[in-house]
């Protein structure tokens, strides 16, 4: 851990991890989540709490020796901890643990094709309180949710798209879920759900050409994501929540730019591209400028009434006229 100035050590583990060791880290209040091989459990489940000096196991999944539950793809729903793990008996699936956060329980064994088949969680996003993930029933991989109190019951099957390969990029936006998957008669497209059922809203590489839709990226009401069809290669393109449009035709013509990997500043959407020329470098996607005038400047303040200037004119003009007057009376 580190406060910016002084850097010390949480824990001391005496096993070594696999590839990925210490990668994944997830936070609920003050206390941090992580999986850890110590050398007798193999990677499991473990926490570290104020003031951060020792980490402690929260369950071995699964107790087979030094074998680990090798707990992923954590998130946070309802103040749970919800995420992928395999036991002994059940191979991958969804997992939880709750406060005080001491133990962890099974949600649900979704596939149960065999005894220890693998329905293997993937892609864990939350949304309210719900939690949207990718995994199989014992046919294709499918959207599925979990909602409170992440049990048996509340566990269930969102879509049923039946794609080659499919869903992936899952991605959160203003209460839906957005990802892309491969039904055979469209190629991979994009794909949106609010928890039941699945809409598809792109066809970029019309009827059942592959789009090969990757980086799916939300912000500020506009989804951004790479896609690819004949005329203009792999581009960048957004969806606005009614239409979706190519952003730029970058490398020009049927050459691929891969404009991808989304970030947002501010109002500004930031990605990669390659042009063609210059190689890969940063692009950016900048609002429109206000129109002149106004947008953004705030209301214009008028000027005063052209009527009242010339009120005024016609009253210093009498005035002016009366006191040449009086002056001729007093001469005569």
């Not at 580190?2 to 210490?22: K, Y």
């Not at 994944?24 to 473990?46: H, K, S, Y």
């Not at 390659?274 to 900048?286: H, L």
């Not at 214009?300 to 002056?327: F, I, L, M, N, Y």
Request: glycine share 12%.
């Amino acid at each position: 851990m580190t406060d910016g100035t002084t850097t010390s050590r949480v824990s001391n583990f005496s096993g070594s991890g696999p590839p990925g060791f210490f990668t994944e880290f997830q936070a609920i209040g003050d206390t941090v989540f992580f999986p850890a091989a110590e050398g007798t459990d193999g990677t499991e489940l473990w926490k570290t709490v104020p003031p951060y000096t020792s980490a402690t196991e929260v369950q071995n999944i699964n107790p087979t020796a030094n074998e680990g539950g090798f707990p992923q793809d954590m998130t946070v729903a309802g103040g749970d901890l919800l995420f992928s793990a395999a036991s002994s008996g059940t191979n991958f699936e969804l997992w939880k643990s709750e406060p005080p956060f001491t133990s962890a329980v099974l949600v649900r064994d979704i596939n149960t094709t065999t005894s220890n088949s693998c329905s293997c969680p993937h892609e864990l996003t939350t949304i309210g309180n719900t939690v949207f993930f990718t995994a199989s029933g014992g046919g294709p991989t499918e959207i599925w949710r979990s909602d409170p109190p992440y049990d048996s019951g509340s566990t269930n099957q969102v879509s049923s798209i039946n794609g080659f390969n499919g869903p992936e990029d899952l991605v959160a936006g203003d209460g839906t879920l957005y990802f892309d998957d491969d039904p055979s008669n469209f190629g991979r497209e994009v794909f949106k759900t609010t928890g039941v059922g699945a809409t598809r809203i792109s066809d970029v590489n019309p009827g059942s050409g592959d789009s090969d839709i990757a980086d799916l990226f939300f912000d500020a009401g506009k989804l951004y994501f790479r896609a690819t069809e004949p005329t203009h290669g792999e581009e960048p393109y957004v969806y606005d929540g009614n239409t979706v449009s190519l952003v730029k035709d970058i490398n020009p013509g049927a050459n691929p730019s891969f404009g991808g990997n989304f970030a947002a500043a501010g109002s500004t959407i930031f990605f990669t591209a390659d042009d063609g020329t210059t190689g890969f470098e940063v692009w950016k996607i900048a609002p429109e400028p206000a129109p002149p005038g106004g947008g953004g400047g705030g209301p214009v303040t008028p000027a005063p009434p052209a009527k009242k200037k010339c009120k005024k004119h016609k009253k210093r003009k009498r005035a002016a006229a009366a006191k040449k007057k009086c002056k001729k009376r007093k001469k005569r």
